[in-house]
């Protein structure tokens, strides 16, 4: 059955390009989630407070894919600990999060979080709440990696190539 999940780690060119890369997502869409201005431009997130994080909405099949498996994944591409920030970029539009539809979802992700938050010994900055909204991104943001090869990320090229290559099954350490 496909579900969906929203995902914030930082800027959502690199958080999208892993993502799409996994088996069992369906389809990815960047945006942004959780603010309060209605229908904001990337501009206005970038340069002015908006209140929302870049998000990544997947679209998952979760008979291949289990939440927990695909949140375990993305833990491999952010820094938990880290607040307003991932990689080179700094502000409250690149915070982590997790946003759900559902309450098994947030369910699901707060146990995920407090499991992440004993392996690593202290409390994690991810928020993890029900999406409250969520705007599309401009057209030239959507799988841009895909279009600008050589563009800035701030998830590894070689994480992507491991989201790639894993499979279910795989262990979620990539």
């Known amino acids: ?57 997947v679209t998952y099949d979760d008979s291949v894919i289990a939440l927990g498996t695909l949140l375990e994944l993305f833990y491999r591409i952010i820094d938990p600990l880290s607040v307003n920030r991932q990689g080179l970029d700094v502000g409250d ?43 599309t991104a401009e057209e030239y943001h959507q799988k841009y990696l895909d279009k600008n090869p050589g563009g800035y990320c701030h998830v590894s090229w070689g994480m992507i190539a491991k989201a790639k290559a894993w499979r279910p099954g795989d262990s979620t350490e990539l």
């Not at 579900?3 to 369906?26: D, N, P």
């Not at 869409?29 to 431009?41: I, R, T």
């Not at 407090?114 to 409250?132: D, N």
């Open 1 to 57: 059955m496909q579900r969906e999940i929203y995902l914030a780690g930082g800027c959502y060119w690199g958080t999208e390009k892993f993502l799409s890369s996994l088996t069992g997502v369906v389809r990815t869409e960047v945006g942004f989630a959780n603010g309060f201005v209605e229908s904001p431009s990337y501009d206005a997130v970038k340069h002015t407070d908006t209140g929302h994080a870049e998000t990544v909405r």
């Open 93 to 135: 539009q690149y915070r982590t999060g997790i946003y759900t539809v559902s309450d098994g979802d947030l369910a699901v992700a707060r146990a995920s979080l407090r499991r992440l938050s004993e392996k690593l010994g202290q409390s994690v900055a991810v928020e993890c709440e029900p999406l409250r909204c969520f705007y």
